[in-house]
């Protein structure tokens, strides 16, 4: 039974530039979040999707967007990168949007 | 919003137990998770428990809840060199959304 997979795992991008990132659920689960882990502190909330749409968003910019396929993968975009989204990026998925939460290794992103 | 609070560092012996403390601010949490990540890798969700109980166990690990402080805690007993790592508090609430605290660094020394 896989688990919560992402990809790609490491990522350097300069400012300005625009990123793409993957996630696949956990097998049966249907809803995934997003969110941003910066160094030494805790995940915040980016936002969550299911029946690929967007069900809540947490308190980040217009820049992070996503989008949930029908086979329940999703992809989180960042555009005009900043130095401060250099982070790990988190994808959790569930099974309903109460359901608990299961995450992925997670992709580092680093802006430079 | 949403505030949820951790001690960052804990230091213990091997075979000693561990107690890891958390408070959230948020009182219509609902679930109330807690997670290890180990360095470089994403987060294991290792209990939860629901708003309505006082305690879960589950093997070495018991969470003790105090909804009317909204103080949650997790034992570990026997404590293992393996267990060094940040552990994270997260409260979550109908809608789906999980705020995290900071994290407490356990270090276990041999």
């Known amino acids: 039974d896989a688990g919560v997979t992402q990809s790609p795992t490491h990522l350097i991008k300069t400012r300005g530039q625009q990123v793409t990132l993957r996630c696949s659920p956990k097998s049966g689960h249907d809803t995934v979040s997003w969110y941003q882990q910066a160094l030494g502190q805790g995940p915040q909330f980016i936002f969550q999707y299911y029946e690929e749409e967007e069900r809540q968003r947490g308190n980040f910019p217009d820049r992070f967007s996503g989008h949930q396929f029908p086979n329940y993968s999703s992809e989180l975009n960042v555009n005009a990168l900043l130095l401060g989204d250099s982070a790990l990026y988190l994808c959790?998925?569930?099974?309903?949007?109460?359901?608990?939460?299961?995450f992925g290794p997670g992709t580092r992103l680093l802006v430079l | 919003g949403e505030d949820v609070e951790q001690s960052l560092f804990l230091s213990v012996r091997e075979g000693d137990s561990s107690v890891i403390n958390c408070t959230y601010t948020d009182s219509s949490s609902t679930y109330l998770y807690w997670y290890k990540q180990e360095p470089g890798a994403g987060l294991q969700l290792l209990t939860y428990i629901f708003s309505n109980m006082d305690m879960k166990q589950d093997q070495r690990l018991t969470v003790l809840l105090n909804k009317k402080d909204k103080h949650l805690s997790l034992r570990i007993a026997d404590t293992q060199t393996g267990d060094s790592a940040i552990y994270f508090c997260?409260?979550?609430?109908?809608?789906?959304?999980?705020?995290f605290g900071d994290g407490t660094t356990l270090t276990v020394k041999p």
């Open positions: 959790a998925s569930s099974l309903g949007v109460e359901g608990t939460q299961y």
């Open positions: 997260a409260a979550g609430t109908n809608a789906g959304k999980s705020t």
